[in-house]
């Protein structure tokens, strides 16, 4: 099966360094999304990109976190400086529209 | 804004029983696409099933099937025959049937954790 990979899987960092975790989309998919999950918050969205042009990045602290997909096979979300309160497990995703999204298995960011 | 309510924090069914998860929604479209994820404790979101909301027809995958009530905005996810392995987070989401700017997102409940017991 097709999958969304993510790397790295799990990050620890501490507060003040700069963070970049990846994602390659499944091969034709157009549409890329990048999600947060807390306990408090639940699922956020907080970027996507179709045929790799942002359409939202509305969801990110625009001082600290950036969105990009440099080709049709990578995203990446970064964040420069990182905070502790950015501790959460980061989700992409892709598809193609009128179907299901296929998530990754998540990056799980502590920052200390 | 459109909006997902999950009103069961956690549910608990015993092994080969069938358990009924709710889901409500509310948005002023016609057209959308309705969604149940799973996140077992690895973390993966696992597409569960998928409802068309021009579809009168119930969705079914296997032993997973829906009561979608478009009137009352209603999304429920009923599990049969349950196994250990339906031991997850399950998520309702909603996705408007627009394909522009925004609209293709998909808006989260909050989840509902689901027991799976002996």
């Known amino acids: 099966d097709a999958r969304v990979t993510q790397t790295p899987r799990d990050k620890v960092t501490e507060m003040g360094q700069e963070v970049t975790m990846r994602c390659q989309p499944i091969?034709?998919?157009?549409?890329v999304f990048w999600y947060r999950q807390t306990m408090m918050q639940g699922l956020e969205l907080l970027a996507y990109?179709?045929?790799?042009?942002?359409l939202d990045d509305s969801g990110m602290p625009k001082d600290r976190f950036s969105a990009e997909m440099p080709d049709a096979t990578l995203a990446t979300l970064k964040i420069q400086p990182s905070e502790p309160r950015d501790s959460a497990v980061y989700f992409c995703?892709?598809?193609?529209w009128g179907r299901g999204y296929t998530f990754g298995s998540g990056t799980r960011l502590t920052v200390v | 804004a459109q909006t997902v309510t999950q009103s069961q924090p956690e549910m608990s069914v015993q092994e080969a029983e069938t358990v009924t998860l709710s889901c409500t929604y509310d948005t002023s479209e016609s057209d959308y696409y309705l969604f149940w994820y799973k996140q077992p404790p690895s973390r993966q979101m696992i597409l569960v099933i998928r409802q068309e909301a021009y579809k009168q027809q119930n969705a079914t995958e296997n032993r997973f099937s829906v009561n979608f009530q478009k009137a009352a905005k209603s999304f429920s996810l009923k599990i049969s025959d349950s196994q250990l392995g339906d031991a997850a987070m399950y998520f309702c989401a909603y996705r408007s049937a627009l394909d522009t700017g925004t609209a293709s997102k998909l808006t989260f409940g909050t989840g509902t954790r689901l027991q799976v017991t002996l």
């Open positions: 995703a892709s598809g193609l």
């Open positions: 091969l034709g998919h157009n549409t």
């Open positions: 990109f179709r045929n790799r042009a942002p």
